[in-house]
């Protein structure tokens, strides 16, 4: 796998420069892996699914801010030659989207928002749990207990398996990140093509989160998927590749 201002990353089609390039943003304490191969390897699509600094396969410390890690994004774009992009974000990858497309709108061309919010409050046990080495695995278990609906045992325990082999102090600082967030009032701001999508069953970013998004992003719309949770894209990988696939498809692209 390659990398780019020191962030490993999955590549598709990285050369097909008819296509727009979509950039996949993980959620906190996930990697390129948070994505399913069926989105990763969508047919004719340019995309890249890099691993945040500190996640999955790359080097570095993690942030306690989303903002840093929009200057990781831009660093690892302007690495590539890469201008502007579609950022697809899930969760916490959501967040660094949105921050990204507020302060820098020239910069991008679409926004895919999964399992999002304008606001990413974190519950205190959660926070307390993770802030604290000993109780790490339990912390773990809370968020993919919340994450899931029940339809998903098996995807559940691999995902599990994965945020475990992340440094407790880097999930730590991802969630507060995430309780810091907070761009509720900036919204209006934003009026760039954007898809929503939120599991049904979504607790850890209710689907209020995601009605809150499509009511003050000019154009925004939401699609709710299913018997899914925060999780959706691993719950039902299909019906989001698809949802994403017709966005991209309909986004008029300059080669």
Request: proline share 7%; with cysteine; glycine share 6%.
């Given at each position: 796998?390659?990398?780019?201002?020191?962030?490993?990353?999955f590549?598709?089609?990285?050369?097909?420069?008819?296509?727009?390039?979509?950039?996949?943003?993980?959620?906190?304490?996930?990697?390129?892996?948070?994505?399913?191969?069926?989105?990763?390897?969508l047919?004719d699509?340019?995309?890249?699914?890099?691993?945040?600094?500190?996640?999955?396969?790359?080097?570095?410390i993690?942030?306690?801010?989303?903002?840093?890690?929009v200057h990781?994004?831009?660093?690892?774009?302007?690495e590539?030659?890469?201008?502007?992009a579609?950022?697809?974000g899930h969760?916490?990858?959501?967040?660094?989207a949105?921050?990204?497309?507020?302060?820098?709108?020239e910069?991008?061309?679409a926004?895919?928002?999964i399992g999002s919010?304008a606001?990413?409050?974190?519950?205190?046990d959660?926070?307390?749990a993770?802030?604290?080495?000993s109780?790490?695995?339990?912390?773990?278990?809370?968020?993919?207990?919340?994450?899931?609906?029940?339809?998903?045992s098996?995807?559940?325990?691999?995902?599990?398996?994965r945020?475990?082999?992340?440094?407790?102090?880097?999930?730590?600082?991802?969630?507060l990140?995430?309780?810091?967030f907070?761009?509720?009032?900036?919204?209006?701001?934003?009026?760039?093509?954007?898809?929503?999508?939120?599991?049904?069953?979504d607790?850890?970013?209710?689907?209020?989160?995601?009605?809150?998004?499509?009511?003050h992003?000019?154009?925004?719309?939401l699609e709710?998927v299913?018997?899914?949770?925060?999780?959706?894209?691993l719950?039902?990988?299909?019906l989001?590749?698809?949802?994403l696939?017709d966005?991209?498809d309909?986004?008029?692209?300059?080669?």
């Amino acid at each position: 796998m390659p990398t780019a201002a020191s962030l490993y990353y999955f590549a598709h089609e990285a050369n097909n420069r008819s296509r727009p390039p979509v950039v996949l943003i993980h959620g906190a304490g996930g990697s390129h892996l948070s994505w399913p191969p069926h989105l990763r390897r969508l047919p004719d699509q340019r995309i890249f699914a890099p691993d945040l600094p500190a996640h999955g396969k790359s080097e570095g410390i993690g942030h306690h801010a989303v903002e840093d890690y929009v200057h990781d994004l831009f660093e690892f774009l302007s690495e590539l030659k890469i201008y502007s992009a579609i950022l697809v974000g899930h969760s916490m990858g959501s967040a660094v989207a949105l921050s990204a497309a507020i302060h820098f709108p020239e910069r991008i061309i679409a926004l895919g928002l999964i399992g999002s919010g304008a606001r990413l409050r974190v519950a205190p046990d959660l926070l307390h749990a993770a802030s604290d080495p000993s109780t790490f695995e339990s912390a773990v278990q809370m968020i993919h207990n919340a994450s899931f609906s029940s339809q998903s045992s098996r995807t559940r325990e691999l995902s599990t398996q994965r945020m475990l082999e992340t440094r407790p102090t880097v999930l730590y600082g991802d969630l507060l990140a995430c309780d810091a967030f907070d761009v509720m009032d900036q919204l209006l701001k934003l009026s760039l093509p954007t898809l929503i999508v939120c599991g049904s069953d979504d607790r850890m970013t209710p689907l209020r989160y995601s009605e809150f998004l499509r009511d003050h992003i000019a154009g925004a719309r939401l699609e709710v998927v299913p018997q899914a949770g925060h999780m959706v894209m691993l719950e039902q990988p299909d019906l989001v590749s698809n949802l994403l696939a017709d966005f991209f498809d309909s986004i008029a692209y300059p080669p």
